[in-house]
């Protein structure tokens, strides 16, 4: 998973699909389906596509299958693992559902399907108005963009880290720079961490697989010295989205930059485990899928 392109921030550039032209013209198809549905009855509709989901799933017409789910999570039932199939593939409609939402309506739209308790900012993020601003770790797991639509409304607007094309090495160090001088006036990054393109880091170990993450987050943070803070956004049952910012990593800073990084990086995925230990509902297809494929350590 190696790539050249480790960081750049976020253009405007609508997200890029890897399907066939007549599977993307179907999802756009479903997009606007969804659109329509939300905006007249939101909570209704987010559980009745997560429902439909789920369904598909059951009837073996999606991924995951229960098979894969077990492989990952061995300790639950056959039942539990059938749930967590389900959910899982119930998350891809609902995620999918806030995608096609904030590209149609932006971002104080998905905003309005928050649960109740997101009035203020955190003491973290409000924290870092003194210094370096904060590096935020998301995971492909959860409510997709809950973090982003729980920043809107809390008036904090990140530096995203995207896997755009880095055209050459001019390009990657103009990014790389730009990233640093961000943090350092005290703009939040936000990064997914577990997902392609960027730079590897060293292994980790998560749920009893050998993986690795995208190394660009804990760059910045090593180079910055600002605070890395793991976050999730859940779907509620009543499909509103909840979202939580964990406490900042507890890092020795002090030796090589390498030793610093893979400290980093094998505490997001330590961080990762514990919750989908306790959340394997969480768990999106893709994590799932990759988890099944990583080696066991």
């Known amino acids: 998973m190696t790539g050249v392109n480790p960081l750049v921030a976020a253009d405007g550039r609508p997200w890029r699909e890897a399907h066939s032209p007549g599977w993307r013209r179907m999802l756009r198809s479903y997009d606007r389906l969804a659109v329509r549905l939300v905006e007249r009855r939101p909570a209704s509709a ?5 429902g439909i989901g789920a369904w ?3 009837a073996g017409l999606v991924a995951p299958r229960t098979s894969l789910v077990a492989a990952v999570f061995p300790w639950l039932t056959p039942r539990q693992a059938r749930r967590v199939a389900r959910q899982a593939a119930a998350l891809r409609f609902r995620n999918r559902t806030a995608i096609a939402v904030l590209h ?4 104080a739209a998905l905003a309005s399907w928050l649960a109740p308790g997101h009035d203020a900012p955190p003491p973290v993020l409000q924290a870092s108005k003194a210094g370096p601003g904060v590096v935020l770790l998301a995971f492909h797991i959860g409510a997709e963009f809950g973090i982003t639509a729980a920043l809107h409304r809390w008036g904090v607007e990140p530096v995203p880290l995207r896997n755009w094309s880095i055209l ?3 390009d990657r160090a103009r ?3 730009q990233a640093v001088d961000d943090v350092r006036r005290g ?3 936000l ?3 577990d997902g392609p ?3 590897d880091s060293a292994p980790v170990v998560a749920l009893g697989r050998q993986i690795v993450l995208r190394r660009a987050p804990f760059m910045l943070a090593r180079v910055t010295g600002a605070p890395l803070v793991p976050s999730v956004a859940q779907w509620t049952p009543d499909g509103r989205i909840r979202t939580r910012l964990g406490p900042p990593l507890d890092i020795d800073r002090r030796g090589p930059a390498g030793d610093v990084e893979a400290q980093m990086a094998a505490m997001a995925a330590s961080w990762l485990e514990r919750h989908l230990t306790a959340c394997p509902e969480d768990a999106w297809p893709y994590t799932i899928r990759n988890l099944a494929g990583a080696p066991r350590k």
Request: aromatic residues 0%.
């Open 168 to 170: 050459d090495v001019d």
């Open 46 to 50: 987010v559980r009745l596509l997560g």
């Open 175 to 177: 990014a790389l720079r």
């Open 187 to 189: 703009q939040p990054v």
């Open 197 to 199: 393109g960027g730079a």
């Open 191 to 193: 990064a997914i961490v």
């Open 104 to 107: 149609a309506r932006g971002p």
């Open 56 to 58: 598909a799933n059951a």
